[in-house]
């Protein structure tokens, strides 16, 4: 369940309460033990302070997470990712949080830095014995200028389970050659699954050199192979879902990983967005980011 706006006002509005959740939460430390003396610490403000008189040792109960460089509060932060995470637009944040629009687009990318982390560590291939598992390739953005500087679409390759769950991967590839397809079909998909796929010719050792099934639709003709039923339209779908969610300006190598992940995430945690927006904080590490 998504929490309500009155639900985490508290938080929202006071420091104390917010970093008293958030070290609930696990994501800021919980009253570690004294690097110099390993004695007990007591929390002072934003600092942990060794209990032994005289040690001195100290240390940011921010350290080493998203907070620990940041101008803005933990409560305006949070705040910004709430109403990221509720699907507003990068103009209605700033108008809701009275930030720039560079203050909030690098707490977006640090947002979306940290799921990908959360993706790429929970990443487990698709498919199984009997899954129908539907792949296709689609070229994100065209060749523009941007910023100064020309700039190239990128390829992705992704598969896309017809289950209830829908579990989904999608690859961003330099190339759309049979080596490179089999490579990203042998890591992502389990072997027992039923690949369906449309005509290009990358596809066409995956029964021979993979071991699985697979079944192909001819687009030229027909949208849906009328003799066997196979079809993609699945993965379309899925194309049309993600390109509305990725800005153009995005559909880059240099960003559009991590706007992916970010579709990926959300389709994964589409009942619980804000508790597991906690725990990819809690797991990241500033210096991951």
């Not at 995005?250 to 619980?272: L, M, P, T, Y």
Request: a positive charge; one cysteine or more; aromatic letters at 8%.
């Amino acid at each position: 369940m998504f929490p309500t706006y009155d639900m985490m006002a508290p938080i929202f509005n006071d420091t104390n309460e917010c970093i008293k959740y958030l070290i609930d939460k696990e994501v800021l430390y919980k009253s570690p033990k004294c690097k110099k003396c390993h004695s007990s610490t007591h929390q002072s403000t934003k600092t942990w302070r060794c209990n032994t008189k005289g040690c001195g040792w100290r240390i940011s109960i921010f350290n080493d997470t998203i907070f620990a460089k940041s101008r803005l509060e933990p409560t305006k932060i949070l705040r910004i990712a709430y109403f990221w995470l509720s699907g507003c637009s990068h103009s209605t944040i700033e108008k809701m949080t009275n930030h720039s629009s560079a203050t909030i687009s690098n707490y977006l990318s640090i947002f979306r830095k940290s799921i990908a982390i959360s993706v790429e560590d929970t990443h487990e291939p698709i498919g199984g014995p009997g899954i129908i598992v539907e792949i296709d390739e689609s070229k994100f953005g065209k060749r523009k200028y941007h910023k100064g500087k020309m700039v190239e679409g990128v390829w992705i390759v992704g598969g896309v389970e017809r289950t209830t769950n829908c579990r989904l991967f999608a690859e961003r590839v330099t190339k759309r050659d049979e080596e490179t397809l089999l490579d990203v079909i042998e890591r992502n998909v389990l072997p027992g699954s039923i690949i369906h796929t449309d005509m290009w010719k990358g596809y066409n050792l995956i029964s021979s050199k993979l071991n699985i099934i697979h079944k192909t639709v001819n687009h030229s003709k027909n949208f849906v192979n009328p003799e066997t039923g196979t079809h993609t339209n699945t993965i379309e779908g899925t194309w049309h879902g993600i390109k509305i969610h990725v800005p153009g300006r995005a559909r880059h190598k240099e960003k559009v990983d991590n706007h992916i992940s970010e579709f990926i995430w959300r389709r994964q945690n589409q009942d619980k967005l804000w508790d597991a927006f906690i725990i990819c904080l809690g797991n990241t590490m500033l210096e991951e980011l």
